[in-house]
């Protein structure tokens, strides 16, 4: 007993008590002390990891540049940990391509250091600290475009609106649709999608302009356009040009995505503490609810 | 900067990876490259050792283990997988064996699937490196020589105890020649 004692405390505190417990042990015999329980107590059963699955989904940007000429593990955790800073400080929240989001960015120039900007998410790049997001709205009959970077110091403030997807992981071609499917307004309130629903999927179909276009969108396989309205030859120019065989192209596959085992020790470095920040947010946000007084 | 793309889990592979691909020229383009590299992988899965040009069994290696591995993963009840399978292997029958043989063989190991061997050139007549892959566990004698435990061989034995028997004389050399030496008092203050 007294020896299982003196193993805590060995445990406990660093190399000063190892030799005392060396000197008792050799008065005390051995056989008191059941070896067994040793190995008992270091082998841990493995535990289930607490790790969504959705993950991948809401934060992509922590997940490494998959290409690996560029990999380097060390800058990949500095960037994580400085990620985690920065979400301690601003609220980030998920959001997708196609969601209508409003950010607050620091501007020296307008009149009261900010701007507000709300509009349609139509890309969402890079990783790491550098990961971006495009907004689009149409603001006095002009297509307008703000790209912000995530992480940026200058952002005040990120929310979001409407929390949806769009059939298309890019919707480059609302650039070339009428204004109506890129004009949102900006005093929209937010709406509020009740708590682990699935994020709804908006299914609109854009009708784009006639050509010239800035890009060929009838070899893009593009999901959530319209009939496109062309000549024959168009189509048969892309199909000349598709890539069929690409989809069966493993290891292009592979070269382009982080595989399972490496993204499961990623999130399970940095879930915890993502997790602890929203818990943290969830509380202040309760804290703070405020209706306003309507007059009668 | 690039993202990954998130749409698809995959497991990680146990070999090393060149970070690009390797064109095996071909007038065809990728798409003959494909072909190529599905003949390769076909015949890889029939006779389970080939000797191929180095370049061709690195590039096929990195199909072949992605190949068992989606196999392992999703099962053959999987429509994707199979897609995949049937697409790659070019006689219908081996599909069984990926599926039934293949994936069973490999499920519980910890290493690679396939090994990837250099071997010699045969000068002048063949210039290009060549080599031969293979997938584990198959029914061929070994490549290389399997290492045999010499330890028990008898000589090394004899040698083994004469050591043991020179090291104990000298031992006792020591202590002897320790015994005769003068006490040297040391004083603690």
Redesign the interface.
Known sequence: MLLRNLKLYKVKSGLAPVVQICRLSSSIPLEDFPVGTVSEKQVKPERKSIVPSNC??VY??F???????WRNPLREKLERMDMIQRRKHIDIPEFYVGTIMAVTSSNQHAPNKATRFVGICIQ????GL??NFTLRNVIKHIGTEMKYQLYDPTIQKIEVLRLEKRLDDELLYLRDAPNEYSTFDENMEAEYLPEGSPIPVNTTMVKLKPRPWRARWERKNMKGLADLELPERFYKRAEELA?P??K????????????????KEIFAEVYSELHEVNVMRKKQKRKKVFIKPFKN | ??????S??????RIR?N?R?KNLKNPEG??GR?KKLRKTLTALFKYERLELNYTLAD?TR??AE??IS?AIRHGDTHKATME?AD??IEEKQLIHKLFKVLAPRFSDYKTSYTMLYRAPKAYPDIVYPRSIIELRGNPFPPILSQKLDQRNFIHNVLLEEAKKAYRAEKYEQITKSLGEQPKVEVSDK
């Open positions: 991948r989904y992509p940007e997940l490494p540049d998959p290409k690996m000429q969402r790049l890079g990783c550098r990961a890539t065989w690409e069966y192209d493993l290891m292009k596959q592979y070269r382009r995505t982080i595989p399972e085992e490496e993204q | 900067m690039n993202q990954a793309e998130i698809q889990l995959v497991s990680k592979l990876i970070p691909h990728p798409q494909l590039e990195g199909y992605r190949l989606e995949m697409y790659w």
